[in-house]
Nanobody, 115 residues
Framework: QVQLVESGGGLVQAGGSLRLSCAAS????????MAWYRQAPGKQRELVAT???????SYADSVKGRFAISRNNAVNTAFLQMNRLKPEDTAVYYC?????????WGQGTQVTVSS
């Protein structure tokens, strides 16, 4: 079973950038579909971006053109590059790994964008 640890969150001004990392343990990372979700206070959890095991990507409309998801199977890590951040991007960001019918969540990392 894979375990996930997110990092890279923090406080940034509007218009700035952050890069989130999701380090995975276990031997099935390369065959896992990875995704980033976020949850803002008082709101439902939202799917932000996905990348399949074959590196096919998809994005929520709210982040298209600003965020980029990627993966490096050599180091078992997925990334979320976030550019031109907006205050409405403020949330706890979670990564997930989906493989062999099992979905694993990380513990989350806080992203706060000040106006």
């Amino acid at each position: 079973q894979v375990q996930l640890v997110e990092s890279g969150g923090g406080l940034v001004q509007a218009g700035g950038s952050l890069r989130l990392s999701c380090a995975a343990s276990g031997s099935i990372f390369s065959s896992s579909d990875m995704a980033w979700y976020r949850q803002a206070p008082g709101k439902q959890r939202e799917l932000v971006a996905t990348i399949t095991s074959r590196s096919i990507t998809s994005y929520a409309d709210s982040v298209k053109g600003r965020f980029a998801i990627s993966r490096n199977n050599a180091v078992n890590t997925a990334f979320l590059q976030m550019n031109r951040l907006k205050p409405e991007d403020t949330a706890v960001y979670y990564c997930t790994a989906h493989s062999r019918g099992s979905l694993t969540w990380g513990q989350g990392t806080q992203v706060t964008v000040s106006s």
